[in-house]
């Protein structure tokens, strides 16, 4: 099994929907992030958490919510969504070294 | 404010040829500075990291990057490029909030030809 389970790994969804990733890691790290991919962007932090009781925002938060359920399970939502939320999403945990998922791939019609 | 550039968006070699990838950094302080690697439709994997220790790093599958303080700049090379490197490379800097504030290149993709 892998480190860290991402679901949906892709997902169509119409402007203004509710959509909600999810991400599980069997790593025992603290700290999990969600990111965001773009071409030619790299990746760019959205949210991250140190531990159930600390979410902190990342560069680009806006649109977004995530919610720390247990040390092992970090969800992002896009409350609603728009087109330009298009992206492969990645979430990550660790500490120096990130082990990340495989990505979810939104697409927002 | 830190900050990385890949110079390269795309990176083209031949089987058994050497590999470089450039990266240069700007950092108000002594960064940690991070490779990270992107197959096709797989998550990233670190490569190597350096943390102020030996200048020269070595990771996984061949690859080493050299920290040149001087030129700001972090450098990954292989001696002999495989098939399978073919992928995508992030250069990666930590920011001010340490290893929560990882900031990331826009990325080199490398192809590698027969």
């Known amino acids: 099994d892998a480190d860290v389970t991402q679901t949906p790994r892709n997902r169509i969804t119409k402007t203004g929907k509710r959509i909600m990733l999810e991400c599980s890691q069997t790593?025992?790290?603290?700290?999990m992030y969600w990111y965001r991919q773009d071409p030619g962007l790299g990746l760019r932090l959205i949210y991250y958490?140190?531990?159930?009781?600390?979410?902190n925002k990342g560069e680009i938060s806006d649109g977004y919510s995530v919610s720390r359920q247990a040390q092992a399970k970090f969800s992002l939502s896009l409350e609603s969504a728009i087109p330009n939320q298009t992206a492969l999403y990645f979430c990550a945990t660790g500490t120096g070294e990130l082990f990340f998922g495989e990505g979810s791939r939104l697409t927002v019609l | 404010a830190q900050s990385v550039t890949q110079l390269d968006s795309h990176v083209s070699v031949s089987e058994g040829t050497p590999v470089l990838l450039r990266c240069n950094y700007s950092?108000?302080?002594?960064?940690?500075l991070f490779w990270y690697v992107q197959h096709p439709n797989k998550g990233l994997q670190l490569l190597l990291k350096y943390t102020s220790a030996a200048t020269l790093v070595k990771g996984i599958n061949g690859f080493e990057a050299e920290f040149k303080k001087s030129e700001t700049s972090f450098h990954l090379t292989k001696p002999s490029a495989h098939m399978s490197d073919a992928a995508e490379y992030f250069c990666?800097?930590?920011?001010?909030?340490?290893?929560?504030?990882?900031?990331f290149g826009a990325g080199t993709r490398l192809a590698v030809h027969p």
């Open positions: 958490s140190f531990d159930v009781k600390d979410i």
């Open positions: 790593k025992g790290h603290d700290r």
């Open positions: 950092s108000s302080y002594s960064p940690s």
């Open positions: 990666v800097v930590s920011g001010a909030g340490g290893y929560n504030k990882l900031i």
